[in-house]
């Protein structure tokens, strides 16, 4: 009796350890990359083993989330040590690149296995797509260009009766800028420093430097065809606006050597890029007066906005490692709570929720946990941040862009990234010509045409023809490798 007793100890003593190794195993911790302007949140440590608790209890995952610096992570690729999902885009270690070479694992197939997260980012995926296979998750976030006038809508709407839509051309604007001109002699209602306006060069996507371009709008043949600066006629107009604008005073006269815009916050209309529904610049507090976006740029679409941030696997991982982190990001993408965790932290520490859904950062939240958004995982499953407790942001606001994004001109030029080594030494010269006119350019002090005829005349004398052939030769040959 008593050696039976003793067997069934030690089968109970068995059977419960291997039930403690089949709960371990059913556990996955992944290890992750992604990126930090500079040293990682103070609290990420305590947010991460928040959110651990809950991924672990709903779907059997964790993950050691690492915050890098673009240095760091280049020096961890480079040392080959490893992980198993990594923060990729267009800008810093290359999505197209990576995944042509094999780096990143193909989930295509896999995909069909996890419908929720395929359908939270579908239709968008053609951002991630390599050779007809996805090798990226989109972080969707603001994957557009959009460039809007931050306009003083208590002076134009409030005292003034006029109207502020939520489009308008760029020479829809001078209405606005004669009024306030009228009502303040003495002051500009377009106070440009010499960079010009913020983002209104965004009509067409730069291929060789800044001065040889693709308009956004152009179709067929010249949707592909590399012209100089000059010849887009869209951007053109706009500087004719500014040229005329600044005749008539409503740019400042140093505007092409002014370094910075003035500090008093009656500036009736400024630019931003951002995007529908985006509240940043909106609060009273800070500009001295409620502020109305009126987009005049965009909706526009490349290959490169469509990668601002993308999510990858090791190709190196294997498949239940890869199965596990789909199944991390599908609930990064329908799971609001636990989505906000990784974005803002704990509730009631460093965010709270306010009565519309929408979260407000609390100070240690701003203090220990504020980054952008993205290096977390999608902007659009997160909850809308607000600017205060009275200036609420639209919980629905990633709904009305991305329904904006709808009628968006899209590049036809992919991911294209001119090779300028055969024509540095010449590149060079050109961009000094351009420069040495630039910020007269952009201020409105000169007339463009006059200004541009003596550009050209300049360009063509020392080889501009011979990049722009090199460009396009190298574009059509990457178009025929990637259609």
């Known amino acids: 009796m008593k050696k039976l007793v003793s067997l069934i100890l030690v089968l109970t003593m068995m059977l419960s ?27 990420a440590q305590e947010v991460i083993d928040a959110a651990n608790k809950i991924s672990e209890e709903k779907i059997g995952v964790k993950v050691d989330l690492q915050f890098k610096t673009s240095d760091q992570l280049t020096m961890s690729l480079n040392a080959g040590e490893y992980y198993d999902m990594i923060f990729t885009c267009s800008w810093f270690n290359n999505y197209d690149e990576n995944a042509r070479n094999e780096y990143y694992y193909d989930i295509t197939d896999l995909l069909a296995d996890y419908p929720d997260l395929y359908n939270a980012i579908d239709p968008w995926w053609q951002g991630a797509v390599v050779n007809d296979r996805i ?9 557009g260009i959009q460039v809007f006038f931050r306009m003083n809508s208590d002076y134009f709407e409030g005292e003034k009766g006029m109207t502020l839509p939520d489009e308008m051309s760029f020479e829809e604007l001078e209405p606005y800028l004669a009024a306030w001109k009228a009502d303040h002699p003495n002051e500009y209602p377009l106070h440009l420093t010499k960079n010009g306006l913020t983002g209104f060069w965004q009509v067409h996507q730069r ?20 012209i ?13 606006c500014l040229h005329k604008w600044y005749e008539l005073g409503y740019i ?22 951002a995007w ?31 990668q601002g941030a993308l999510f990858a696997i090791n190709a190196g991982a294997s498949e239940e490692n890869a199965r596990a982190a789909l199944k991390y990001f599908q609930l990064l993408y329908t799971d609001t709570a636990f989505r906000d965790i990784l974005a803002y932290g704990i509730e009631g520490e460093h965010f709270n929720y306010l009565s519309n859904g929408t979260v407000l950062r609390t100070e240690l939240g701003k203090s220990n946990y504020n980054f952008d958004t993205y290096y ?24 009305q862009v991305y329904e904006n994004y709808k009628k968006a001109s899209v590049s036809a030029i992919g991911s294209f990234s001119y090779d300028g080594t055969d024509t540095e030494d010449v590149r060079t010269a050109l961009y000094a010509i351009y420069q040495n006119y630039f910020n007269e350019l952009v201020t409105g002090t000169v007339d463009p ?35």
């Open 17 to 43: 350890l291997c039930a403690v190794s089949a709960n371990a195993e059913e556990t996955k911790t992944l290890v992750w990359w992604t990126i930090t302007g500079g040293d990682a949140p103070i609290d």
């Open 135 to 143: 090798y990226g998750i989109p972080a969707l976030k603001d994957i």
């Open 207 to 226: 291929v060789v430097s800044s001065y040889l371009v693709i308009p956004y709008e152009a179709t067929g043949e010249a949707a592909t065809t590399i």
């Open 228 to 240: 100089p600066i000059w010849e887009d006629e869209q951007y053109m107009n706009m500087l004719r």
């Open 252 to 273: 400042n006269p140093d505007a092409a050597t002014n370094e910075s815009l003035p500090t008093e916050l009656g500036t009736p209309v400024r630019s931003g890029t």
């Open 276 to 306: 529908t529904g985006y509240k940043g610049w909106s609060n009273p507090e800070t500009y001295g007066f409620n502020v109305k976006l009126v987009q005049y740029i965009g909706p526009y679409m490349s290959r490169a906005s469509m």
């Open 376 to 399: 977390t995982g999608p902007v659009i499953s997160a909850s809308v941040v607000s600017a205060s407790e009275s200036l609420l942001g639209e919980p629905d606001q990633w709904a």
């Open 449 to 483: 045409d006059e200004t541009f005829a003596k550009i050209a005349e300049e360009m063509y004398a020392i080889g501009l023809q011979d990049v722009i052939d090199d460009a396009q030769n190298q574009l059509n040959e990457y178009l025929a490798n990637n259609q």
